[in-house]
């Protein structure tokens, strides 16, 4: 299982390796991305997809990895220097993506969500300061963002119209943190600037895939408190297209700018989630873990127990409207394209 899991992480990187063998130089004539968190999971999946395309890929990062089959290029994540002239060569050939900030995973003291919130303005912040140095434009900009931006949405049925909660109501971890990532990218000078709500990706390697891969193996495989809280996901195979799409290289699909959900069009119950994990990992039934538990639990893995205990169910009101089709529209398909 360990070789095989390690095969699978690294499997964006050697697919870039071989590609680059082949053909070692980009397509001066496709748009060239800069992407800024690059070197998390998502990152390195999005780099090789569009590598593997022809495109000219720029990871900004504070420290260059020489096992990246990527031209990386050195920042600090909060103030502009020269890693501009990445956008300034060509801005109107230029697209950024910004998926800068540290993982949620983590217990929410305040330290924790003040860096949780740091980690992801002030990278946004440095990029758009550079993009207003520009002389024209940047073609595309994509912002990272979450679901979670509701915190607990309840039986609330989201949709990217969908306001946000206030108050008592807007967890500091969740919404605290998304709603001045999403607001830092006001002023990005681009033409096309998408604010990409993702929920849960489903992706052999990412941590939360693989946390509840491990808790099911080990038997903890039941619904997590009342299991009625929803689960909104994507599989990384469709998160990767809809990324594409609003890059504008999907010819079928025409998104439009502005805020995007980035979630299957079935999400299901914490109950179903754990249910089809057992059935696709081969695990019997499990008894269900108490909230009290889970959030003693949260303890002794260092993470937040709300992750577990709320939900949101959000689908994109846009997506199949402009075009675009999901490969694995339902969860059990999803999972079985995984776990096979």
Known sequence: MSVAGDLVRDWPLAITRLYRMLRPEPDPALLKVVIAGGSGTLGRSLAADLSTRGHEVVLLTRSIDPQLPHRQVAWDGATTGPWVEELAADPARTAVINL????VDARPTEANITDLRESRVRPTRALVAASQEL??????????????????AGEDRLTENSPLPTGADALPQMTG???????AAEGANTEHLTVLRTSIVLQTGSPAFDRLTQLTLAGLGGRVGSGEQWFSWIHID??????????????QVDLPDGILIAAAPQPVRNRELMALLREHLHRPAAPPTPAPLVRVGSVVL??????GLTGRHATSALTTEAGFEFAHPTLDGALRDLTS
């Open 177 to 183: 943190v998304a709603r001045p990532w999403e607001e």
């Open 238 to 251: 469709d998160w990767l297209a809809l990324v594409r799409a609003t890059l504008g290289l999907e010819a």
């Open 302 to 307: 260092r993470t937040d127990p709300a992750l």
């Open 135 to 152: 002389a024209t434009p940047l073609a595309r900009w994509v912002q990272g963002s979450t679901t979670a931006i509701w915190s607990d």
């Open 100 to 103: 800068a900030g540290r993982l």
